[in-house]
T-cell receptor, first 113, second 112 residues
Framework: DQQVKQNSPSLSVQEGRISILNCDYT??????FLWYKKYPAEGPTFLIS?????DKNEDGRFTVFLNKSAKHLSLHIVPSQPGDSAVYFC????????????FGDGTTLTVKP | KAGVTQTPRYLIKTRGQQVTLSCSPI?????VSWYQQTPGQGLQFLFE???????NKGNFPGRFSGRQFSNSRSEMNVSTLELGDSALYLC???????????FGPGTRLTVL
């Protein structure tokens, strides 16, 4: 049973538009959520996180929204840039166990110039 | 500050052999986690070490083991390699378990 799901394997958007990446989870014990970005031949890089006590967290062009009742989170990138093209992973953990994160399969974002 | 380093970067082994992968975390980070990534799959959690103790373990067979040294460096060992063990093995470190993780570039293991 996959506890963190990213149902869209890929997403293509035009430069300057909004990119919305989605993630669903099933484990109600998850209370800390993270997004990582991965370029080829590199390890994932932390992007932004959100705790379950919040429903929104912003960092520059990146905003993460959390809907606890729907067990759904999304990452918005505005405006999208070609350099944002990468694989994006959603991850979740149970509070103090962030060292044991459960990852989704990733969504490949392509931003076209 | 130097990032997470992993050695070797690439490794080719044959079935039945064993392999040891190494990870040096960011200075000051005490938590080290290991993940396996196979094509088309997300990162699968292997185990986490904190202050030389295994704190969490994923659903992998006992052929997968690890340890952490007093300087926080960590090693992962896979014995009796199988073809299905071919994957990218990623190491991640964090100050403790409460924060985001910093990943190394990974070790690409190919089992023939």
């Amino acid at each position: 049973d996959q506890q963190v799901k990213q149902n869209s394997p890929s997403l293509s958007v035009q430069e300057g538009r909004i990119s919305i990446l989605n993630c669903d989870y099933t484990n109600s014990m998850f209370d800390y959520f993270l997004w990582y970005k991965k370029y080829p031949a590199e390890g994932p890089t932390f992007l932004i996180s959100i705790s379950s006590i919040k429903d929104k967290n912003e960092d520059g062009r990146f905003t993460v929204f959390l809907n606890k009742s729907a067990k759904h989170l999304s990452l918005h990138i505005v405006p999208s840039q070609p350099g944002d093209s990468a694989v994006y992973f959603c991850a979740a953990s149970e509070g103090t166990n962030a060292g044991k994160s459960t990852f989704g399969d990733g969504t490949t974002l392509t931003v076209k110039p | 500050k130097a990032g997470v380093t992993q050695t070797p970067r690439y490794l080719i082994k044959t079935r039945g052999q064993q392999v040891t992968l190494s990870c040096s975390p960011i200075s000051g980070h005490r938590s080290v986690s290991w993940y396996q990534q196979t094509p088309g799959q997300g990162l699968q959690f292997l185990f986490e070490y904190f202050s030389e103790t295994q704190r969490n373990k994923g659903n992998f067979p006992g052929r997968f083991s690890g340890r952490q040294f007093s300087n926080s460096r960590s090693e992962m060992n896979v014995s009796t390699l199988e073809l299905g063990d071919s994957a990218l093995y990623l190491c991640a470190s964090s100050v403790n378990s409460y924060n985001e993780q910093f990943f190394g570039p990974g070790t690409r293991l190919t089992v023939l």
